[in-house]
C-alpha cells in the first residue's frame, strides 16, 4: 500500500484555521499585557515593548529651599528624581522647551550664579554661592530609560471607583432575565414550528428568518415609544427592569426561534410518534422529551443571549437610564474615561473587568456551544 498524504488542501485549512486563531488573540493579549503595565509607559510605548526598557521625558521637582543646607560656604539643595529601582538619566534641562539640553552629570548655568546638576542615577544637586530663597523647588526636566514595570494599580482603580458595585448587581439583574425569558418563549415557539402542524407555519417561519436580518438601531425607537405608550396606559414606570427585559426579548428571539426550530426539526420523528402512541400530550412530549434532548442548543443561544445582554449599553441606556442607580456596568466603566476619553488605561483594564463572568458563562456552556450550532445549522425539518 501507498502511504496516503495529506492533501494541500488541508494543510491550506490548517493554516487559515493558526493564522485566524493568532489574529483574535493578539488584541486580547496585547489588551491583557496593556492592563498590567505602568500607566506612564502604556502612554508613551506599545504594549509589544512591555518588556524592554523604555525611554520617557519626565518631569521633577528639586526640593525646596527650605531644606538647603551650606557646605564649604555654598549651599546646596539636594535630593532625587528617580524613586529607585534601574532606571537611568541620560539628559536633562530647567526649561520646557529644553528638556534634554543637558548630558547627565554636566553642571548647568540657571542664572544667579547657581548651577543645577543630575547624574545618571536620578541625583541631583543645586548649588548656590549665596542662600536660596522662595517657596517651591526648581523644576527639571529629564529623559530617563525606565525598565518594565507591572502593576495591579489600574485594576485597583476600577475596582474602587464609586459605584462599580451596585452597577454590576445591575448588569447582572439585566441578563440573566433578559437570558432565561427568550428562551422559554423560543422553545415553545421552536416546538410549535418543528412539529405541530397549523395553517400558516412556512410563514411564521419566514418572517423569523427575516427578523434576522432587522437591525436593532431601526427598531429601537418604534419600539420604544409602544412601550412608553403602554406603560402609561397602564400606569407602569417608563424606566424600568421590566422594559429592558422585554427590548432584550424582542431582539433576541428570531435568532433563538431560528436555532431551536432546526435543532427540534432533526431530533428523530420516532420518539415523538412512540409518545403519541403512549397517549402523550404536545405538552408532554415538549417538556419530557424536546426539552432535554435540546440543551445543547440551549446552551448555545445562552452563550450568546447572555454576551449580549451583559456586553450591551445602548439598550440600557434607552430602557433603564443613565442615572447613578440605574446605570449598568458597561455604562459606569465608560464614564470612567472622562469626556475626552483620557486614562485610557482604566480602559484596559474595565475590558478584563467586565468579561470575568461571561468567561465564567461560556467555559461552564462551551462544549454544548459547537454541538448545538452545527445540529442547528445543517438539520432541518
Keep these: 500500500m501507498i502511504a496516503s498524504s495529506r492533501s494541500p488542501l488541508v494543510w491550506v485549512v490548517h493554516i487559515s484555521v493558526i493564522l485566524l486563531v493568532v489574529l483574535w488573540t493578539l488584541p486580547t493579549a496585547g489588551l491583557l499585557i496593556s492592563s498590567l503595565r505602568d500607566k506612564d509607559q502604556l502612554a508613551v510605548s506599545g504594549w509589544w515593548t512591555a518588556l524592554s ?60 550664579g547657581q ?69 422559554l418563549v423560543a422553545a415553545f415557539a421552536a416546538y410549535a414550528l418543528a412539529w405541530m402542524k397549523f395553517p400558516g407555519r412556512a410563514i411564521l417561519i419566514a418572517v423569523v428568518v427575516g427578523l434576522l436580518v432587522v437591525p436593532l438601531q431601526m427598531s429601537l425607537i418604534p419600539l420604544l415609544k409602544l412601550y412608553n405608550g403602554v406603560g402609561a396606559f397602564l400606569g407602569v414606570p417608563a424606566k424600568t427592569y421590566v422594559g429592558i427585559w ?91 474615561l472622562g469626556s475626552r476619553g483620557g486614562n485610557w488605561e482604566i480602559l484596559t483594564a474595565s475590558a478584563f473587568v467586565t468579561i470575568i463572568v461571561p468567561l465564567i458563562v461560556f467555559f461552564t456552556l462551551q462544549r454544548y456551544l459547537v454541538r448545538g450550532l452545527l445540529a442547528g445549522s445543517v438539520k432541518g425539518g
Excluded at 523604555?54 to 524613586?83: H, Y
Excluded at 435543532?263 to 403519541?276: F, H, T, V
Design 115 to 183: 548651577t543645577l546638576t543630575v547624574k545618571d542615577d536620578g541625583s541631583y544637586e543645586i548649588v548656590s554661592p549665596t542662600r536660596m530663597e522662595g517657596a517651591r523647588g526648581q523644576r527639571i526636566f529629564y529623559t530617563a530609560a525606565i525598565p518594565p514595570r507591572f502593576t495591579f494599580d489600574n485594576y485597583r482603580e476600577v475596582m474602587r471607583a464609586e459605584g462599580i458595585g451596585a452597577s454590576f448587581i445591575n448588569s447582572l439583574t439585566v441578563a440573566i432575565p433578559a437570558t432565561i425569558i427568550p428562551i
Design 246 to 336: 422585554l427590548a432584550h426579548m424582542g431582539f433576541g428571539l428570531p435568532l433563538a426561534i431560528y436555532l431551536l426550530r432546526n435543532y427540534m426539526a432533526g431530533l428523530p420523528r420516532e420518539i415523538m410518534e412512540s409518545a403519541r402512541v403512549d397517549g402523550a400530550s404536545d405538552f408532554d412530549i415538549f417538556i419530557k422529551i424536546i426539552l432535554p434532548l435540546s440543551f445543547p442548543a440551549l446552551a448555545s443561544f445562552s452563550i450568546f443571549q447572555f454576551l449580549w445582554t451583559w456586553n450591551d449599553l445602548l439598550v440600557a441606556m434607552v430602557f433603564l437610564g443613565t442615572g447613578n442607580n440605574e446605570l449598568v456596568l458597561t455604562g459606569r466603566l465608560v464614564n470612567l
Design 53 to 112: 526598557t523604555s525611554s520617557q521625558n519626565l518631569t521633577g521637582r528639586a526640593a525646596s529651599p527650605e531644606s538647603q543646607v551650606e557646605r564649604d560656604g555654598k549651599f546646596v539643595i539636594a535630593g532625587n528624581l528617580l524613586e529607585g529601582g534601574n532606571s537611568k538619566v541620560s539628559a536633562f534641562g530647567f526649561r520646557p522647551l529644553q528638556p534634554t539640553a543637558f548630558p547627565a552629570g554636566t553642571p548647568a548655568d540657571i542664572g544667579d
